[in-house]
Antibody
Framework: EVQLVESGGGLVQAGGSLRLSCVVS????????MSWVRQAPGRGLEWVSS????????YYADSVKGRFTISRDDSKNTLYVQMNSLRAEDTAIYYC??????????????????????WGKGTTVTVSS | DIQMTQSPSTLSAYVGDRVTITCRAS??????LAWYQQKPGKAPKLLIY???SLESGVPSRFSGSGSGTEFTLTIASLQPDDFATYYC?????????FGPGTKVEVK
């Protein structure tokens, strides 16, 4: 069974930086797409960023583009997100998720669709203004 | 970007009730839709993927339907463990979007 454990959260001042980590265990293959999702206090879920299994493609929500960087180190079974220029509105629980893919083949090629099948318990980031 | 809406935002029900939650996408997403359950202080849990496929280990009282822009999550007979918040999520694009959530509470 795949398990995801996040760490690195904490209290930081606005304008500061944090790096979150997510250690993956319980599977032999490391080439899975993964993502970060956050949840502000009392609010709903917001997708933050995703990275493909190879690490060659990354995707970001507009709210974090240019400030956050997702990366992975498969030798350490770890997913990261570097968060810079933090704002009060970045205060949230940050969840790491595994992305399960479905491949669809049509005349234009192969397309992958990813949903979030395994979630970590989250790590809390608080940005003080 | 694809926007997701859910209705109702809150639903009050009794144990044993049949419960239906609706999710709508701002543009067609085929059947690339998932449903998640979240309890207070816990991480979300995947219930349904590809609009109607039940995730392994999820009770069969949960079911999903729909395609295009309108989807539903149905709980056939609400159990005490089902009082929670439910989110839909589209994954048609490389920009995942969640609905605002539906809280199912005890009537």
């Amino acid at each position: 069974e795949v398990q995801l454990v996040e760490s690195g959260g904490g209290l930081v001042q606005a304008g500061g930086s944090l790096r979150l980590s997510c250690v993956v265990s319980g599977r032999t293959s490391t080439t899975h797409a993964m993502s970060w999702v956050r949840q502000a206090p009392g609010r709903g879920l917001e997708w933050v960023s995703s990275i493909t299994g190879s690490g060659s493609r990354t995707y970001y929500a507009d709210s974090v583009k240019g400030r956050f960087t997702i990366s992975r180190d498969d030798s350490k079974n770890t997913l990261y997100v570097q968060m810079n220029s933090l704002r009060a509105e970045d205060t949230a629980i940050y969840y790491c998720t595994n992305l399960k893919d479905t491949a669809v083949v049509d005349r234009d090629g192969v397309f992958y669709y990813y949903y979030m099948d395994v979630w970590g318990k989250g790590t809390t980031v608080t940005v003080s203004s | 970007d694809i926007q997701m809406t859910q209705s109702p935002s809150t639903l009050s029900a009794y144990v044993g009730d049949r419960v239906t939650i609706t999710c709508r996408a701002s543009q067609t997403i085929s059947n690339w839709l998932a449903w998640y359950q979240q309890k207070p202080g816990k991480a979300p849990k995947l219930l349904i993927y590809r609009a109607s496929s039940l995730e392994s280990g999820v009770p069969s009282r949960f079911s999903g339907s729909g395609s295009g822009t309108e989807f539903t999550l149905t709980i056939a007979s609400l159990q005490p463990d089902d009082f929670a918040t439910y989110y839909c999520q589209q994954y048609d694009s490389s920009s995942w979007t969640f609905g605002p959530g539906t809280k199912v509470e005890v009537k």
